[in-house]
């Protein structure tokens, strides 16, 4: 049996008041107002991660500083709880918020989720400034006979804020009150005061690393060291979907293997794997409707930074000159020539390279020693080289978001995929009969 509101609840508040000391409290209380009253936004907020639909007939509601009466959980007290009754069926989840460098504590989690096994909330949502590259992805880990019965969900506060603000830019909220609520919503998630931030820098061990990497000095898997890099590199992965989709106004995701979105263990593995064995951070980003993944690179080794979109050569077009063309149409942003093309052949010949520059002055520079064939796949890559600002901890990540976002406004928004042309219809043709009675009309 859930909380009642009345006995075990504080009711949410758009402009709530309170400490300095309970301010994170506070931030949710203002966010979990607007839940209710704004449509579509719970949708919105989580996106597709909670197991509810959310429709017309729906009632949201949402309290803060819930309370238990079972004398085993008297000292547990999470932050919101949110209940949505569709008619037919009811979800609901418990809420622990932080703010500022404010960690979840997995003690505090455990008993939050056995508290919510106890009454029979469904979910355990935890909301920081900590980034998880899936909702399923928790930080933490808790046990399976916790997580079997409640799922635990975890949503950074800069997702949260930019799902905000891509519902506003699509102007799906036509009520003008409600969208007055949500853009005043928005400048508070915004506003420095908030405690609300973005994953801003690297570790201290990433100075160390890089030189390691550089030396050619073997890493430990099992280090703490790289643990913490690969616990970065998550983040910051989530982090460049985030300020994608701003930049784009849809929801950009993180994109993972089969077995990774399955387990977050495989994804360290992963990325543990790349780290150690190629001394690289990769990740993948899906954007809405674009040509393909756009991949992001970081080269500890050389330093470098790259980001690139592989696409399929057009088949209609015979000669290599004709196939770069088709490419270099929709690279006119270029026109400093900062872009490489890579060309994949059939067979195993090597792959060659060009600078989009090169290939204006001559579509034919990339061709392979076999004249006679054409390339199959291009690859469409920003290569940025900046050492000094590669080593810092702060300035990587800078580095890293402005060549994402500089890529994708000189090649990924241009870029189509090719489509094979509709097949064309035949010509009529009458028989000898069918001709003669024609005329005869």
Known sequence: MLPSYDKNCRETRLIPVGAESNKEVQVLSAFMATLPVIEGWLSAAFGSALPVRVGKQTKIKCCREVKFDDPAFKDCRPDGLIVVSTGRTEWSALVEAKIKHGKLE????????????????????TISNEMASRPDHHPISLPKTLTNKVSLLHF??????????ILQEQTAVEDPEQSFILQELIKYLSHESSGIYRFEQMSSSWGEIVKQAVGLLPFAKSSEEVAQIVSDWIQESKDLSIRLSSLVNETVEVRHSRAAKADINVLRKEITDGLANNSVLETELDVPNSAGAINVCANLKTRQISVSMSLAAPKDKKSTSA????LLRMLKDDEAGQLI????????????????AH???????????????????FVVTLMVDNIKAFNGRKTFITLLEESVETFYTL?????????PAP???????????????????
């Open 106 to 125: 997995q003690p505090q989690l455990e008993k939050y989720a056995q508290a919510a096994k106890k009454y029979g909330i469904d979910s355990l949502i």
């Open 156 to 165: 950074s506060w800069a997702s949260i804020l930019t799902n905000a603000e």
């Open 341 to 356: 093309i890579g060309a994949t052949w059939p067979s195993r010949i090597e792959n060659t390279h060009s600078t989009v």
């Open 323 to 326: 196939r770069v063309n088709w």
């Open 411 to 419: 090649a990924g928004q241009n870029i189509k995929a090719w489509q």
């Open 359 to 377: 290939l204006r002055a001559d579509p034919n520079a990339i061709q392979c020693t076999n004249t006679k064939l054409a390339p199959v796949n």
């Open 423 to 441: 097949p064309k219809a035949k010509p009529e043709k009458f028989s000898s009969d069918e001709a003669d009675y024609q005329e005869g009309e």
